[in-house]
């Protein structure tokens, strides 16, 4: 591990992820012991990885997987994730779209006129959300890791999105009665390292990359930091870390988080009358009925 100037045999690893994750939760104030936590699980190796690691902390940790319906990779996901669980008794909240809402992500994409992984970003954000508030969860984890976070962020600078920097944390406070805290315990650790982490664990997970993220701009974003790592170990740390400590405090003083409100529809927080996901179905169901009654 280069940009620990460090090397460890596989018991020594493995205390130095799980130390890494324990810091992320306790110095961020995450989440206390007892508090009943909702991981997002997708079947990869990142929120198997943490999920692992909250129950074998004792964490309350309850997993939520979202079958998205994208053909032979929801299908494994789910098929992952679900075996993670029933082999070690993890309790496991599976929603498939299809049968809650009528439709995958790619009939939501093409009917709202969205990219899939727009589309697909939104439900996750709301169902994690709707689920946690249904379940009484106080907090909802995923498995964000730093070269996640550190390309968002570059992404975010390239762009300059203010609103999403001031945004940008390892815990997202609840602002609103209806919103539940939101954290990302792996912000210390690698991608490379949740990969060693699982293996080690003998942790069974997706290798299939989605079929939507071919050609994302997040990936090329992921290919310049990971260049900039290789020419200069612990640069992504320096970068992320550094947001944290210098910018994201700035970002936070310039102003309140936006006013939020029940959508008149859901009853979900959000800043306008009806939220983007009611506004998102609604579009899509609206052309798939205009589509079957065009059929002859
Ligand atoms: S699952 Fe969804 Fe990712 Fe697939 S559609 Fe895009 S956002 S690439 S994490
Ligand atoms: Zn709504």
């Keep these: ?24 939760i306790t110095t961020q104030r995450m989440f206390r012991p007892g508090e009943r936590i909702l991981v997002a699980v997708s079947g990869g190796k990142d929120s198997l990885a943490l999920w692992e690691i909250l129950l074998r902390r004792g964490d309350d940790a309850t997993g939520l997987h979202v079958d998205l319906g994208i053909d032979d990779y929801s299908q494994e996901s789910r098929e992952r ?18 049968a809650e809402y009528g439709m995958d992500i790619g009939t939501l994409a093409e009917g709202s006129g969205r990219a899939p992984c727009s589309a697909c970003g939104l439900s996750k ?23 996640d976070e550190a390309a968002v962020l570059l992404g975010n600078l390239l762009h300059w999105n203010m609103d999403q920097l001031a945004r940008q944390a390892p815990v997202l406070e609840q602002t609103h009665p209806h919103l539940v805290r939101r954290v990302k315990p792996l912000y210390r650790t690698s991608e490379r390292e949740s990969a060693a982490y699982a ?16 050609g994302a701009r997040s990936l090329l974003h992921k290919d310049v930091l990971n260049r900039l790592e290789a020419a200069s ?24 988080p936006p006013v939020l409100r029940p959508c008149g529809q859901c009853d979900q927080p959000t800043t306008e009358e009806v939220c983007a996901f009611c506004r998102m179905t609604a579009r899509a169901a609206a052309r798939q009925s205009a589509r079957a009654s065009s059929l002859p």
């Design 1 to 24: 591990m280069r940009r620990h100037r460090a090397a460890y045999c596989a018991p020594h690893f493995l205390e130095f992820f799980e130390a890494q994750v324990h810091r992320a």
């Design 81 to 98: 994730t679900e075996e993670f669980a029933r082999a070690r008794g993890a309790r496991l909240i599976v929603v498939e779209l299809r």
């Design 125 to 147: 954000r709301y169902l994690f959300n709707k689920l946690a508030r249904d379940g009484d969860f106080t907090a909802v984890a995923t498995g964000h890791n730093l070269d």
């Design 199 to 214: 293996l080690l664990r003998g942790i069974d997970y997706v290798i299939e990359e989605c079929p939507h993220s071919r």
């Design 233 to 256: 170990a612990g640069t992504k740390q320096a970068f992320y870390w550094g947001f944290l400590d210098r910018l994201a405090p700035v970002l936070r003083a310039g102003g309140p």
